[in-house]
């Protein structure tokens, strides 16, 4: 089992940055996938970026280029490194994890079996 810890939101102003964190406790920290999901007032969770325990990384496309994910397995933690952040960004930010991905369903919330309690980012124009 994992627990998982997330921080670094906050309040940004369109076009800035955050990076994000989420750490986990636990053992085996390098046999788990690591993703990123975010959910807005009235929406569903969505999938943002994901990490697999080889360190492949994928991306909702409405984040390429501007989003980062990666991982440090000595440090038991993974980032979401986010740039030219829009107003579109904002939302509560959630860290899931798992051992078995099926990666034909890795943007879905049932594929992730365990979650932080999120963080806010708040995107001001």
């Known amino acids: 089992q994992v627990q998982l810890v997330e921080s670094g939101g906050g309040l940004v102003q369109a076009g800035g940055s955050l990076r994000l964190s989420c750490a986990a406790s636990?053992?085996?920290?390098?046999?788990?996938?690591m993703g990123w999901f975010r959910q807005a007032p009235g929406k569903e969770r969505e999938f943002v970026a994901a990490v697999t325990w080889a360190a492949v990384t994928y991306y909702t496309d409405s984040v390429k280029g501007r989003i980062t994910i990666s991982r440090d397995n000595a440090k038991n933690t993974i980032y979401l490194e986010m740039n030219s952040l829009n107003l579109e960004d904002a939302a509560v930010y959630y860290c899931a994890a798992t051992t078995q991905l099926n990666l034909a369903w890795k943007t879905s919330v049932g594929a992730w079996r365990y979650w932080g309690q999120g963080t806010q980012v708040t995107v001001s124009s």
């Open positions: 636990g053992r085996s920290f390098s046999n788990y996938n």
